[in-house]
């Protein structure tokens, strides 16, 4: 029996996210997303609290708390502001990245300067200009010398690049096939030969910024090589499995914030006679996000439990990230000629969801990835 209901522990970190969010978050969300930049200050908050490895270990610097509180804590944020959440979100990811394959050296040394805050953030260096959607097209490559590698090649698309003192870099190592000839590669920002180009103009997300990469002869120590040459693909996806989970968290936060502006301006204008057609809206708002939730915690509680999630992580990224933009459009119509208002936090909230559709794995992908498990399944199982 399925019952992902959080424990006590786990509503002590929505809690300290919680406030996190209103004393931190909140109040700096707006200028963020008008002057741009990078939320340093409130990511060395959010270290100190211990919410840069929430499912890290606890011997490795983590909360050790697993992927549910991770949910709930990444809602709770991103409603307050998704630019800094989308940060803590890759931190997290590359923390768990490094601990669960790294060596024993490089968990000791990566993992708590990301929990803790002294890599400032880590990064997730996959996606190419010309490999987004489909990483086997990465033309990236690492050449193995007699002192370590060699890489070079360029990455776009990386969240916090610009500050990020960690970045996990997928490159190919040989001309096999596909993702055959994919390996992971752990590289510091201070790395020689490592070039960071200039932040991206993007709808939204203003305050979280995402560069360009540029690997010009980078050299790396023997020690760089995460896993095993050749099985950086299986790193990538395992990443992008509980990323999802992020991701959804991440558009759950941003819908009900939208919904709770589109219900508090409803309340203010029309007292108790909200028109029914803003009462639809509002209810289809919430269901649809509840339902969302309920899938996103069900992907959560079973990677918690070490138990196959992949599939269930689709659905929640999938069904979260496309409720939350159906969400805040839904209240970008209640209020309106209001609702195109800079002074009002709602355009912001329509600008960041969107995003959540395209990054780690876009909506088609998650549909290719469910179908194909929907079609294997009942092959086996013989039905017609």
């Not at 019952?3 to 004393?23: G, K, N």
């Not at 490795?60 to 959440?85: F, H, K, P």
């Not at 999630?309 to 939350?324: C, D, G, I, N, V």
Request: net charge neutral; hydrophobic share 45%.
């Amino acid at each position: 029996m399925l019952d992902f209901q959080p424990d006590a522990d786990e509503l002590a970190v929505a809690a300290i996210a919680r406030r996190v969010a209103d004393e931190v978050l909140r109040p700096a969300a707006a200028r963020l997303d008008r002057e741009g930049g990078f939320p340093r200050e409130s990511l060395a908050t959010l270290a100190r609290e211990g919410l840069l490895g929430i499912a890290v270990p606890r011997e490795l610097g983590g909360r050790g708390a697993g992927a549910l509180a991770y949910s709930l804590a990444v809602t709770e944020l991103a409603d307050a502001c998704a630019s800094t959440t989308v940060a803590l979100c890759v931190n997290n990811m590359v923390a768990e990245v490094v601990a669960h394959f790294g060596t024993a050296a490089q968990r000791e040394h990566h993992v708590p300067r990301l929990c803790d805050g002294r890599h400032v953030v880590g990064a997730f260096a996959l996606s190419e200009p010309g490999a987004g959607s489909d990483p086997a097209a990465m033309r990236t490559r690492a050449r193995p010398t007699d002192r370590g590698w060699v890489i070079s090649g360029s990455k776009l698309w990386i969240t916090s690049g610009s500050d990020a003192g960690l970045f996990v870099v997928w490159a190919r190592t040989s001309d096999d096939p596909g993702a055959r000839g994919i390996s992971t590669f752990l590289v510091p920002g201070d790395t020689p030969g490592l070039r960071r180009g200039r932040p991206e103009h993007k709808l939204g997300l203003c305050g979280s910024t995402t560069v360009p990469l540029d690997f010009e002869a980078c050299e790396v120590g023997p020690e760089a090589l995460l896993d095993e040459p050749g099985r950086g693909f299986r790193v990538a996806m395992m990443a992008l499995d509980g990323g999802r989970i992020g991701i959804a968290s991440q558009a759950l936060g941003i819908g009900r914030a939208a919904t709770r502006a589109a219900t508090v301006w409803a309340r203010d204008r029309f007292g108790t006679a909200v028109p029914q057609a803003i009462q639809f809206a509002l209810a289809d708002n919430a269901t649809e996000l509840d339902a969302a939730a309920v899938l996103t915690h069900r992907a959560a509680w079973l990677k918690r439990r070490g138990l196959p999630f992949s599939q269930q992580a689709s659905m929640a990224k999938l069904m979260a990230s496309e409720r939350a933009v159906a969400s805040c459009n839904r209240a970008l119509a209640v209020l309106g000629a209001a609702g195109q208002d800079r002074e009002l936090p709602l355009e912001r909230f329509v600008r960041d969801v969107r995003v959540t559709t395209i990054y780690e794995g876009t909506s088609e992908v998650q549909r290719i990835v469910l179908a194909r498990d929907i079609v294997r399944r009942f092959a086996e199982q013989g039905r017609a």
